[in-house]
Every structure is written in structure tokens, then in C-alpha cells.
């Protein structure tokens, strides 16, 4: 295993904002976030924080007259950076220009805080790395679960423990897409336009639905807490897309429903991970996760579970997490840890856990009985067969349950069913989890 940079800060280098004076903070990018972080920092709560200067491209377009006179708005990044700001706030998102901007910032001596989890998946402990040298600060609480301090949370908020898995919902547009699926009946493309519109989505929503967003944000606390480096592309990732109506009713015959669920766990020196729709206990913390809310279960050696909840997307409680972090940052308190230096993990999505199977079968029960065969010789057993098709489905399917087994030796076996023709569509294939 190849040793990685450290991660964390040096307390001692911490240069602190003199405390008689505010702390001067140049903003770059006024979409949903930096306007809502806009309306907290004129409120008038925190003094000690000034907004100085907004930047965007083509900034006319984006004016809006409650923004105090005193803030100058510009589309020229380097009239920012030559200012005489503390802290450049990186709202932009995306991995270019943000890594160039950031780096440029933390070269000249500027703290950075940031909510890109994209950014901080990619480049993060090279960026720590590069603020520690300079003697500043790089801050990024809102990158993971927006307004639920999960970073700080589980270190330092629980590095008295040794982490043993991670789970949680961390992408708060599928979790409303899932959510209105199941309680309102909508379509998978009415309820990603609502989150669109209420300011959840990523300017492409295939990075949320397709479980990009989640799978940077699992990398990232994968490093808070297990203090490994996960290259976040080899985390398997598997889209919400196929999730029917039909999951719906037959998760709920299980006592369960569906959710866009990101787990990682150390097993014999192999990082497990995935981010996958995932069948979930109705009762349970990621089964009862509503709207846009995000849920992080922590499992601990000494400490057991411990529940992480509350609104991880939309522009007003991302904007407290990324407030918290400027007050950090002006107060020159430590906001996460990130812990001992990293140590880079091969990753693999090879769970052993129970499994739920759509399958619409080419024909009846010939292929029903082959399935099942296939999926015997493989070394994989039924627990349960549901079959009560909706008069109004395309092709009417059934849901399997599969006992515990290994990830690949099921995708496996459904490859062979497929390759039989014994299937009239691929099967949808969802782990089912649980916490307590
Ligand atoms: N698109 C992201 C989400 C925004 O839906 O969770 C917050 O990171």
C-alpha cells in the first residue's frame, strides 16, 4: 500500500483572523448556495464576518439589490484574488476552474472554504496539504450531507472510536425522488424536476441520480473515518433509473422501501463500497429519511451505532454548514479533523448481504424454474418469491428475495439467466440493508 500525504492540520499552524477586525470574505459563485450564504451573512448575526466581494461570470445577471452597496461584484477572478480578502468562499462547484482557484487562493496565503465535494474528493489531501504548508486554512464541512455536520461529527466527534462501517443516505435530490416515488406515486422524472426546482440537483442531475455526488462524499468520509484514501472512481456506483413503481409495491409487501444508500466497511484489508438503490427497513433511519433529508449510520467498535440526520440538500441549510466553517476559520477553531496520515485501500463492492431481484421473465414458468435453477447452481438460495404484477405494468415481474451471498457471485448468476434469454428485461438487482 502507497503512503499518501497526510491529512489533517497542524493546530499550531493555524494563523488566526485578528480578532479586532472582521473577516473579509470574497465569494465565488452566486447560484442557490452563495445567495443563501449571501442572505445569513447580511442578517447581521455574525459581525465577525464581512462579505466583501461577490464573483461570477457574466455577474450583471446575477445583482440583486438587498446585497449591502459596500460588496463589490465582479466577473474578473483576479481582481479577487488581489484583494485584500481573508477568505476566498469556493461555491462554484465542479472540478475546473474550482481546483485552480482554490490552489491559486491557498498559494497566496487565503484561507479556502469550500462546499465541492467533487473538488475534495479528487484533490483533497493535496489541497490540505498545500493550506497547511501555507499556513492557512481549508475548510469543507458542507461538502458531505450539507447541513448535517457529519464531517465534524465523526472526527473529532467520534474519532474516540475505531469505525468499522459507514452508511447512510448522502445525496439529498434521490432521496427526494425516491421519497416522492413512494409516498405520492410520482414518476422518477416529475419528482427530479420538483428537485430541480426546490434548488437540490446538480447542474447535471445525472451526477445525484447516477450516484456520483454520493460515491465523492462517501470518499470523503471514508478519509474522515477510516483515515483511508479511496480513489472515489472505483467505487461502484449504480443508478436510480431502474427503480420502478413496482419495487415500491413489493419493498412495502417486505415491510421496507428504497433509497439511494452509500456504505463503505473494512473488510480483510479491502475497502467494501458502493452507492446503489438499496432496499431499507420502513422503521429505520435510512426507511424513514423524507423529502431531502440525509442520514449517516455510524457503526464503531466501542461506541456501536450513532445516527447522523437532517437536511442534506437546498440552499439555506448548506449555507449554515458553510457559515459554520467561515466562523471556524475566522475564530481559527479546528472544524474537522481529519486524522493520521492516509493510507491508500483497494476498494471493491463485493458485499455479502441479502439481496432483492426484479425480474420480468421472457416466459412463465419454464423461466421461473430455470431462474431458480441458475441461481441454485451457483451457490445462491431463495428466501422469497413475490409475485402480485400491477394490471397496469408493461410486463409483469416478480420479485425475488436472495439470501445472503457475495455480490459478484449474484450479479454472476444473473448474467448467465440473461445470457439464457430466460429474461425479457435485465433484472434489478438492489442489496437490502440494516441498521438497527
Ligand atoms: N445535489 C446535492 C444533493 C446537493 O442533492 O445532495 C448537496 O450536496
Redesign the pocket.
Known amino acids: 500500500m502507497n503512503a499518501s500525504p497526510a491529512f489533517e492540520f497542524s493546530r499550531s499552524s493555524l494563523q488566526p483572523v485578528p480578532a479586532q477586525r472582521a473577516c473579509r470574505i470574497a465569494l465565488l459563485g452566486f447560484g442557490t448556495v452563495g445567495r443563501s450564504v449571501a442572505t445569513i451573512l447580511q442578517g447581521g448575526s455574525f459581525p465577525q464576518l464581512r462579505l466583501d466581494m461577490i464573483y461570477n461570470r457574466r455577474v450583471d445577471r446575477k445583482r440583486v439589490p438587498w446585497v449591502s452597496p459596500q460588496v463589490r461584484w465582479t466577473d474578473d477572478l483576479e481582481e479577487v484574488l488581489a484583494s485584500d480578502a481573508d477568505v476566498v468562499l469556493e461555491l462554484a462547484g465542479g472540478l475546473e476552474p474550482a481546483y485552480s482557484w482554490v490552489k491559486r487562493a491557498l498559494l497566496l496565503g487565503k484561507s479556502v472554504v469550500t462546499a465541492n465535494?467533487k473538488l475534495i474528493a479528487a484533490h483533497g489531501p493535496e489541497l490540505l496539504d498545500l493550506a497547511r504548508q501555507q499556513g492557512c486554512r481549508l475548510e469543507f464541512g458542507a461538502a458531505v450531507a450539507?447541513g448535517v455536520p457529519v464531517l465534524c461529527g465523526v472526527s473529532p466527534g467520534l474519532s474516540g472510536d475505531r469505525l468499522l462501517k459507514l452508511c447512510g443516505i448522502?445525496?439529498?435530490?434521490c432521496n427526494y425522488i425516491l421519497h416522492a416515488m413512494e409516498s405520492r406515486g410520482v414518476t422518477l422524472d416529475a419528482a427530479l424536476r420538483e428537485a430541480q426546482q426546490r434548488g437540490?440537483?446538480?447542474a447535471d442531475p445525472s451526477d445525484?441520480v447516477d450516484g456520483l455526488?454520493a460515491r465523492a462524499k462517501l470518499a470523503i468520509l471514508v478519509r474522515t473515518g477510516f483515515h483511508l484514501q479511496a480513489d472515489p472512481q472505483q467505487i461502484a456506483t449504480q443508478s436510480i433509473w431502474p427503480v420502478q413503481p413496482a419495487d415500491f409495491r413489493y419493498a412495502r409487501e417486505l415491510g421496507c422501501t428504497i433509497r439511494q444508500v452509500a456504505r463503505a466497511e473494512l473488510k480483510a484489508g479491502t475497502l467494501l463500497a458502493e452507492v446503489a438503490p438499496t432496499v431499507v427497513s420502513a422503521g429505520s433511519p435510512l426507511g424513514s429519511a423524507r423529502n431531502n433529508q440525509n442520514v449517516l449510520v455510524t457503526t464503531g467498535k466501542y461506541g456501536g451505532e450513532t445516527v447522523f440526520a437532517g437536511a442534506?440538500?437546498g440552499g439555506a441549510p448548506?449555507a449554515v454548514a458553510v457559515v459554520s466553517d467561515l466562523l471556524a476559520v475566522a475564530e481559527s477553531r479546528a472544524a474537522a479533523n481529519c486524522g493520521p496520515a492516509l493510507v491508500a485501500v483497494p476498494v471493491s463492492n463485493d458485499f455479502r448481504c441479502r439481496h432483492y431481484v426484479r425480474v420480468t421473465p421472457a416466459q412463465t414458468t419454464d423461466a421461473v424454474a430455470a431462474l431458480r435453477r441458475t441461481l441454485t447452481s451457483g451457490g445462491i438460495s431463495l428466501r422469497g418469491l413475490l409475485h402480485h404484477p400491477d394490471p397496469h405494468d408493461r410486463r409483469p415481474s416478480l420479485a425475488l428475495v436472495v439470501e445472503e451471498c457475495s455480490t459478484h457471485a449474484l450479479e454472476k448468476a444473473l448474467t448467465q439467466v440473461q445470457e439464457a434469454g430466460l429474461l425479457a428485461e435485465p433484472a434489478v438487482r438492489m442489496p437490502m440493508v440494516t441498521t438497527s
Open positions: 465535494k450539507g448522502l445525496n439529498g435530490t437540490y440537483a446538480e445525484d455526488d442534506g440538500a448548506t
